[in-house]
């Protein structure tokens, strides 16, 4: 397997653990919105008309709440990220003998993972600080079993990513 596909892979596999299955089912986060939504969301943003004629170009994006819109360009944004591993794969890999080129492209890839990976792993920290800013709120048991879970996992991507990388 190419060093693009394994970053891909982890790069989706890591999504899926910072996004669960539940934050894309559409009824859960889709509400009543409107183009003026999608408008006001994008103004909001560096890239207005990247924004606008990304979230415009899905359907569901009418009827979506800002969350909804979030969820949207997430879905964007890793469809783009996988075109652009599909053409990095064949197109530059094969087309270069230059193997100092093939060979710090492979590196950026582990790098890319390894950033990835390193961010989901300390997610739990940034959920826990919210608790944090409502004292009495108790931090549910479950969430913490969880979230530890998920930093174990991460560490097994990172070092798994680090035997790659040698």
């Given amino acids: 397997m190419g060093s693009s596909a394994i970053f891909l892979l982890l790069v989706i596999s890591l999504l899926s653990l910072a996004f669960p299955p539940y ?9 009543t919105g409107d183009a003026s939504q ?18 415009k170009s899905d359907p569901t994006s009418l009827n979506a709440d800002t969350k909804g819109l979030a969820v949207i360009m997430v879905g964007i944004g890793m469809a783009n990220a996988t075109a652009t591993s599909s053409f990095l794969s064949p197109q530059l890999l094969s087309t270069t003998n ?5 060979k710090d492209l492979i590196d950026e890839s582990y790098d890319y993972a390894y950033m990835h990976a390193s961010a989901a792993a300390d997610y739990p920290n940034a959920c826990r600080n919210v608790f944090k800013r409502y004292p009495g709120s108790a931090y549910p048991s479950e969430l ?11 560490y097994v991507v990172l ?8």
Wanted: glycine fraction near 2%; charge should be positive; proline fraction near 2%.
């Fill in 38 to 55: 999608i408008q006001k969301t994008c103004k909001s943003t560096k890239y207005y008309e990247l924004c606008l004629s990304s979230l």
């Fill in 23 to 31: 934050v894309f089912h559409q009824p859960y986060i889709f509400v």
């Fill in 159 to 166: 070092g798994i990513i680090d035997l790659l990388d040698s």
């Fill in 98 to 102: 230059d193997t100092i080129l093939k």
């Fill in 144 to 154: 913490a079993r969880r979230e530890e879970a998920l930093k174990q996992l991460c």
